[in-house]
């Protein structure tokens, strides 16, 4: 059992067994002696023990907490042995001596650089990464990743500038190596950054170039500033500086040379390119892709077809084509000029050249402004040709509206509403275009209007009106369904002047009109309650009620209908608003039947699809495994089947009982504010023929008038 001794070394308490502490105390004591009177022993003693406390921690553990002779004598081998210091710091001392007398002034002047070159020849130990303070420009992380690589820091600092000069990734590392790299403080840690030993002999070294680095500043500070610059470490520090910014110029100046024939490389490319194919449309022979003139359809032209399809003869076609080409192309001509002037490093310029770019291009805005001008002319005019059939009241209280997108001519794109033209093909007879417009808006009579309006452009208004009326359109009615065409037609021996058809459904109050999913094609700016989006519009019943368009059985806000059935919102109501609501709910009951069913069958349609793909499965398989399989998936698609509907049956009906209470309330503030509309209740009826037996049953137990006669 050996007993231990607790010690305070450099501010931390370390457990040591009592021989090893011996030891370390002698060990200590002949180091103190020796730097007691040397200059700058007080601050050797404290690195040393510093060093020697860093080095009990790193042997320290959960499960070793006492340091041992072993650690002691691990500690005295990197450290050193006093005797062997003593012994050579003596021979040192008298060859030091002996040539006193000839020691010349260039010896205590020397150079950080010679003290570098002669630590070299000390053991190196390993190398750790810390920013240096002493040779810091700005945070010292170059000069510390040069000390860990060693390489001179001045290329460090050189490869900073210019990853700063080509983005600020330079400065973004930078900053990160500031934050985590740690800054060199102690002697150990500055000596560990540059690959040495901490050892006593080096921080004994340390401290004297320290010192004799303070000795020499202070001595050249008693001269003149005038008369520094001419000594030769004032010459070195100018020759540096001077060959710092010299290659730190000439790398920016070749930097920028780069970056120049790059640039230069690039105009070559882009205008060289956008040249070709524009001197290939002057004479039609490249065709334009559809996204650069006519948007998204996909559609294509050559040069010829788009000069036929606008300009009405050939001189303003020409003027236009070529004005557009020198407008266009003589810019490019110069970024060709400059990029190859760039590149090849040419600096001499032809004023001549230059001259006649300019004069080209003038005369190409001449003739620009001739061929607009004469384009400008035809679209000054407009006018309409409007055709309108009226639907008798009876014709149907919901009217469908869908697009037969069927009726695309063969290769052609519909269009999105916001290209220009619109343009979906053109064949020998006919230009088909997708301008076509369709709103909906509240009938001042009982008839149900469709109108069909025809507009073009033209330099006159009788132009402009024989243009219209050659405009072919067409649509179709099919019981309550009325189906249009998504395009329209301009005979191949017409110009475009911009036609456009509007299609207008005009319906009464209570009347309800269904835009089908096909119908967003042609939906355009229809006004509703809602203020819904027009192409969100589609697939969903509207009724017209005297505030406009209202989705009944959707969940769009509306900003022009009361927002709740609140007693207090049904007792402010008249009585004819009171039975229009009492209307529009069982309106809203008989489209929500409707509704139900389609997505009944729809639902029922597709389980049953399943259901026949697995039984011929089942038919069609011999394997016992698979027709087993088969079986259990078949099971379970019947399953899913009975669930589906049953869910869906009961949300329907729990919907009807919300219209049930919605409809009763409406009734009893009738019979309380109004007694008088009591008999007309007894008298009026409802036709149930077309109900199911949900709709029947609630229908049924509620009286109250016919929806048919309550505003006539």
């Not at 990464?129 to 060693?150: E, L, T």
């Not at 790299?181 to 030993?197: F, S, V």
């Amino acid at each position: 059992m050996n007993k231990t001794v607790t010690i305070n070394i450099s501010g931390l308490i370390f457990n040591i067994d009592e021989e090893a502490y011996s030891k370390l105390q002698k060990y200590l004591a002949t180091i103190e002696s020796y730097f007691k009177n040397a200059e700058g022993g007080n601050e050797i003693m404290t690195d040393i023990e510093g060093r020697i406390a860093e080095m009990f921690s790193e042997r320290i553990s959960d499960r070793k907490e006492v340091v041992s002779m072993t650690d002691v004598d691990a500690m005295i081998a990197t450290m050193g042995q006093p005797e062997d210091f003593v012994d050579e710091e003596t021979k040192e001392e008298n060859a030091r001596n002996s040539e006193k007398e000839n020691t010349t002034s260039e010896e205590e002047t020397e150079s950080q650089e010679t003290r570098e070159t002669q630590y070299n020849n000390y053991d190196r130990g390993s190398r750790r990464f810390y920013r240096d303070p002493d040779g810091r420009i700005v945070g010292g992380v170059c000069s510390g990743i040069g000390y860990y690589f060693g390489i001179d820091p001045v290329i460090i600092r050189l490869l900073f500038v210019i990853a700063v000069v080509l983005g600020f990734s330079g400065i973004i590392v930078y900053i990160l190596f500031w934050i985590i790299t740690p800054k060199a403080i102690t002697r150990a840690e500055k000596l560990q950054m540059k690959g040495r030993k901490v050892n006593i002999e080096n921080i004994k070294q340390t401290v004297k170039d320290e010192a004799n680095e303070v000795k020499k500043n202070f001595k050249n500070f008693e001269g003149q500033v005038e008369q520094y610059v001419q000594t030769d470490t004032g010459r070195r520090i100018e020759n540096f500086f001077h060959s710092f910014f010299s290659f730190i110029g000439n790398i920016l100046v070749n930097v920028i040379r780069f970056l120049g024939k790059f640039l230069g490389l690039i105009l070559i490319l882009v205008s060289g390119f956008f040249l070709f194919f524009l001197s290939l449309s002057i004479v039609g022979i490249a065709s334009w892709d559809g996204p650069f003139m006519f948007g998204s359809n996909g559609f294509s032209l050559s040069g010829a077809e788009v000069s036929n399809l606008i300009f009405t003869n050939d001189w303003a076609g020409y003027f236009f084509s070529f004005g557009s080409a020198l407008f266009f192309g003589i810019p490019l001509v110069f970024l060709l000029i400059v990029g190859f002037k760039i590149l090849v490093g040419i600096k001499s310029n032809n004023r001549y050249l230059g001259w006649g770019l300019g004069g080209l291009w003038f005369l190409g805005i001449i003739l620009l402004v001739i061929g607009s001008s004469s384009i400008a002319r035809d679209f000054t005019k407009v006018e309409r040709s409007t055709r309108t059939v009226a639907l008798p009241p009876t014709f149907a209280d919901t009217v469908n509206v869908s697009v037969n997108l069927d009726q695309i001519p063969l290769n052609a794109f519909p269009t999105s509403p916001d290209d220009f033209l619109n343009l979906m093909k053109i064949d020998d007879k006919a230009m088909y275009f997708s301008n076509v417009k369709l709103n909906v808006t509240e009938s001042q009579s009982d008839s149900i209007l469709v109108s069909v309006e025809q507009k073009s452009r033209a330099g006159s208004i009788k132009e402009a009106l024989i243009n219209a009326e050659k405009i072919g359109y067409s649509y179709s009615i099919d019981g309550n369904e009325i189906i249009f065409d998504p395009y329209f037609t301009i005979p191949i021996t017409d110009q475009y002047r911009y036609q456009e058809v509007f299609l207008n459904i005009s319906i009464p109050i209570g009347k309800t009109v269904y835009l089908g999913n096909d119908c967003e094609w042609i939906i355009y700016d229809i006004k509703n309650v809602s203020n819904t989006y027009d192409r969100n519009m589609a697939g969903n019943y509207w009724t017209m009620t005297e505030n406009g368009l209202q989705c009944l059985h959707c969940n769009f806000e509306c900003y022009k209908c009361p927002s709740s059935n609140s007693t207090q919102d049904l007792n402010s109501m008249s009585v004819r608003e009171l039975k229009t609501k009492l209307y529009e709910t069982a309106n809203r009951i008989e489209l929500e039947r409707l509704e139900f069913e389609k997505r009944m069958n729809k639902k029922r349609v597709l389980f049953e699809k399943q259901i026949i793909r697995m039984e011929k499965k089942i038919k069609n398989t011999s394997n016992e495994t698979k027709l087993l399989e088969y079986k259990l998936k078949l099971e379970e698609l019947e399953s899913n089947m009975k669930i589906e509907l049953k869910k869906a049956q009961l949300e329907f009906d729990s919907q009807l009982r919300d219209f049930e209470v919605m409809m009763q309330e409406i009734e009893e503030t009738i019979e309380r504010n109004y007694p008088e509309e009591k008999e007309e209740k007894k008298t009026s009826h409802w036709d149930e023929g077309e109900s199911d037996a949900s709709t029947s049953s609630v229908l049924t137990r509620l009286s109250f008038p016919s929806p048919f006669r309550i505003l006539s």
